[in-house]
């Protein structure tokens, strides 16, 4: 090899070639893999290690981003909870009270009336990382796993609304995926007609971000201003029913699509998420106290 | 000394990828958009602009798995290796013209922050990891570009001085 202008030996080209070729062996076995990749324990171990640090880190920085709420004792916190549980229940009353009950009032408040619970059984936790939009992914770490009872496949709320259901749970973080992930598909229900649909992200956290509203009857149409709550699955897995999403901020409709689309403008501010609560079960035992349905002091432990 | 290089290169990545997932997350003001600094990105470049191509590629190959596996990461693992892998050798080939000036560094910063963020839009489109319209790849790239190249400045300095400390004593003669 000839030497360089400045003398220097030319960059070896095999160091490169073997970096390249390595980083497309991890790529070609995580994506062939899917859901039962190689890769998948490494990510757990890797989450594990990774979690606590950045639930430190989180903790360290967060004094400063609000610097108000630098001296919050933990019973403050657990009383702020509390606040939020109740504010979030009444919300979904409201909710179930205007634009539902209009249109089904009798059945509703009697199913409302039936169930055991008129809300959810919820675990506290912290967002302490959020993906880089760089990554082009909307996920968020949340300081609360499988030591807390939270797995894969549990909603996700804050006292605005939805947030997103768990992707992946490690022992002591969780990882979420975001409504407004591009790969995030919600079953919605329009208050006002009843109407169920899918909901899409569309990839932006920006506060005007949006998501797409598919209805499944083509006939349906969706109005400005009508709430949109989760439709629920089976067993409330991924997502429980009842949980308010957004609004209807715009309708659209062309010749050549065969249902009606709608922006939906969501609830959370998915720019400013801290505090949210992941559903779990009333019965859940953990290291942290599960806040359930109703009650003002949280239950130590799940009763 | 030579024991302690790799911890202290190790520690050095493993702030940054928890710095920038982790600060967005305290401090949503300092994000546009989602889009934050990328730190291990500007940890690759400093590298290559001290140690030169083959050491920043192996650096860049280390720190995109960690990008790509610490939590909340949920692409394909692998995507960030690449994109740090092209970042680390480009930057080391470019360092005689990129280390005499500060524009130059700069320049080189822009550049790597374009082609890494480009390489990992692109290998998302092609393995639909997500299916990214172009349009929106567009919409963050020249952001993720100023605010590397804005923080650039505060962050090249200490970290061209860390890894000149780190530097093998033979080749500093």
């Known amino acids: 090899m000839a030497p360089s202008r400045t003398g220097r030996r030319r960059p070896s080209r095999a160091v490169l070639v073997l970096l390249l070729l390595a980083s497309f062996a991890v790529i070609t076995l995580d994506a062939r893999g899917g859901d039962r990749s190689p890769l998948a324990p490494v990510r757990s171990a890797a989450g594990d290690l990774f979690g606590p640090v950045e639930d430190v880190t989180a903790s360290a920085a967060r004094p400063f981003a609000a610097v108000p709420e630098h001296f919050r004792s933990a019973d403050r916190l657990r009383r702020e909870l509390a606040s939020v549980r109740a504010r979030n229940t009444r919300l979904r009353q409201q909710l179930a009270g205007t634009a539902v009950a209009r249109n089904r009032a009798a059945e509703l408040d009697g199913l409302l009336a039936g169930s055991r619970s008129t809300g959810h059984s919820l675990v506290p936790a912290r967002v302490v990382a959020m993906g880089p939009a760089q990554s082009f992914s909307r996920t968020v770490t949340i300081d609360a796993g499988t030591s807390s009872g939270v797995h894969p496949d549990m909603t996700v709320l804050d006292d605005d ?18 409504l407004v992930d591009r790969e995030s598909v919600v079953g919605g229900r329009l208050g006002s007609s009843m109407e169920v649909g899918f909901l899409r992200g569309r990839g932006d956290v920006a506060d005007d971000s949006r998501l797409d509203l598919e209805l499944v009857d083509p006939g349906a149409t969706a109005r400005r201003g ?77 009763r | 000394m030579s024991a302690l290089r790799p911890l202290v290169l190790v520690a050095l990545l493993v702030g ?44 860049g190959f280390v720190a995109g798995l960690l990008v790509d596996l610490a939590p909340p990461a949920d692409h394909v693992a692998g995507r960030w290796a690449l994109a740090l892998v092209v970042v680390g050798y480009l930057a080391g080939r470019v360092r005689d013209d990129a280390r005499t000036s500060a524009v130059g560094a700069l320049v080189t910063v822009a550049a790597c922050s374009f082609v890494g963020t480009s390489v990992f839009a692109l290998s998302g489109m092609l393995l639909h990891d997500p299916a990214l319209p172009a349009a929106q790849a567009l919409r963050v790239i020249p952001v993720a570009v100023l605010y590397d190249v804005a923080l650039a400045p505060f962050v090249l300095p200490p970290l061209l001085r860390v890894f000149r400390w780190l530097r093998p004593r033979e080749v500093a003669y």
Do not use: H, M
């Open chain 1, 161 to 178: 609304g939805l947030v997103g259901r768990v992707l992946r749970a490690d022992r002591s973080t969780s990882t979420v995926l975001l």
């Open chain 1, 226 to 302: 009508d709430t949109l709550v989760t439709w629920g699955s089976k067993d409330g897995a991924p997502y429980v029913a009842g949980v308010p999403i957004g609004r209807v901020a715009s309708v659209s409709r062309t010749p050549r699509q065969q249902s009606t689309q709608a922006a939906i403008r969501p609830f959370v501010d998915f720019t400013s998420l801290d505090l949210v609560g992941v559903v779990v079960d009333p019965r859940t035992k953990g290291d942290r106290p599960v806040l359930t349905a109703g009650s003002t002091t949280p239950a130590r432990g799940g």
């Open chain 2, 16 to 59: 940054a990828v928890v710095l920038q997932v982790s600060l967005l997350a305290a401090f949503s003001s300092l994000s546009y958009d989602g889009v934050v600094p990328d730190l291990a990105l500007l940890v690759v470049v400093a590298a290559a602009l001290v140690r030169g191509p083959e050491v920043a590629a192996g650096l």
